[in-house]
């Protein structure tokens, strides 16, 4: 049985920062690609991050770029988003993806997801 936990979410003032952390078990994801993406109410969710476990290459949605950074460590089977100059506009859930495929900016490419972790910004 696969698992991803997302934690560190919460609630920040506008321009804070917020460090995500994702948790896999169940087997070794280095051969995964690891994505964060987000859902605001009413929204359908959104690319947000990815990169691969195997190297650092990482690919970042337009809206987040320059703020937010992905990163891992694999000997602790552990994916990270550190989020930084939030905005209002960033509040939302944010769950992290693992999947074997290459088009990291969909959902479906992605086969394990999270439950969730939810992060508000206040203005």
């Known amino acids: 049985q696969v698992q991803l936990v997302e934690s560190g979410g919460g609630l920040v003032q506008a321009g804070g920062s917020l460090r995500l952390s994702c948790a896999a078990s169940?087997?070794?994801?280095?051969?995964?690609?690891m994505g964060w993406f987000r859902q605001a109410p009413g929204k359908e969710r959104e690319f947000v991050a990815a990169c691969r476990w195997s190297d650092a290459r990482a690919y970042y949605a337009d809206s987040v770029k320059g703020r937010f950074i992905i990163f891992r460590d694999n000997a602790k089977n552990t994916g990270y988003l550190q989020m930084s100059s939030l905005k209002p506009e960033d509040t939302a859930v944010y769950y992290c993806a693992a999947g074997r495929g290459s088009d990291y900016y969909i959902t479906g490419n992605y086969d394990y997801w999270g439950p969730g972790t939810q992060v508000a910004v206040s203005s």
């Open positions: 169940g087997r070794t994801f280095s051969s995964y690609a």
